[in-house]
């Protein structure tokens, strides 16, 4: 059994249209504006809804912090590449990718997946190895973004970057080291942003394919930032350009 908790991932996980939840269980006892508009939801979506003692439901959240508030879940479901480009082919112009390359910490991932869909991403894709995948502590740390923008999980990296070129997309990837400062392009046209992971950045396969490597102007004593903080800078960048050209 795979479990969402937490009130935010809950909501939007209700309100996502997403076929997912099989039962929800909340704490006896739990009251609120929050609880009723989970109860509502669940409601019209005829999902029964179950109260237990808050041990078992610490027992189910496997320690984790819930609020009272826990759904039973059937698997994440990914996306195919392919399903992820076809919501962009109205607006391919527009499109913005995210490829997060081997992200092994789940609230960078989450927080990266919450960051992308609050600045226009159209679809996340990561590498079925060596990264973490879309589990509940990642669903938390996204707020319950993890449902709102489609998750991708590929083989191999590399040649999704090679089949996302042949599309049109143009490849920007992060690095500390990057020789163009990332306000100096317009993101015309179809975008990818490849972001590497925590300790050692893109790999350098996955870099050589990049069209162009961006890096962020940092004043300090520190050469680079964590990776999810450096994905919302690039990202609100990248939007906010997107956005004056419409």
């Known amino acids: 059994m795979q479990v969402i908790y937490g009130i935010h991932p809950s909501i939007e ?11 929800i269980f909340l704490a006896r006892g739990r009251r609120g504006p929050d609880v009723k508009k989970i109860r509502d939801l669940a409601a019209e979506k005829k999902i029964p809804v179950e109260f237990g003692a808050r041990e078992y439901l610490d027992r189910l959240a496997e320690g984790n912090s819930h609020q009272g508030v826990l759904c039973q879940c059937k698997p994440y479901t990914y996306y195919s590449l392919d399903e992820m480009l076809e919501g962009c082919q109205d607006s391919l112009d527009d499109c913005l990718i995210l490829i997060l390359d081997c992200i092994v910490d789940p609230q960078n991932l989450g927080s990266l997946i919450r960051t992308g869909h609050c ?16 589990t509940p502590t990642v669903i938390k740390a996204s707020a319950g973004a993890a449902h709102h923008v489609p998750i991708a999980r590929v083989v191999n990296i590399a040649r999704t970057v090679d089949y996302l070129k042949g599309r049109g997309f143009w490849i920007y990837g992060a690095d500390v080291s990057g020789e163009d400062d990332l306000r100096s392009f317009d993101y015309k046209g179809p975008t990818c942003l490849i972001m590497g992971s925590e300790k050692k950045g893109i790999r350098p396969l996955v870099k050589k394919k990049c069209d162009f490597l961006i890096s962020i102007s940092m004043m300090g004593h520190f050469d680079s930032l964590n990776v999810s903080v450096a994905g919302g800078i690039i990202l609100h960048e990248i939007n906010g350009r997107k956005c004056r050209m419409l």
């Open 13 to 23: 996980a209700l309100r996502s249209g997403r076929d997912e939840i099989e039962r």
């Open 119 to 134: 600045f226009g991403v159209a679809g996340i894709i990561i590498p079925e190895k060596r990264s973490a995948s879309v």
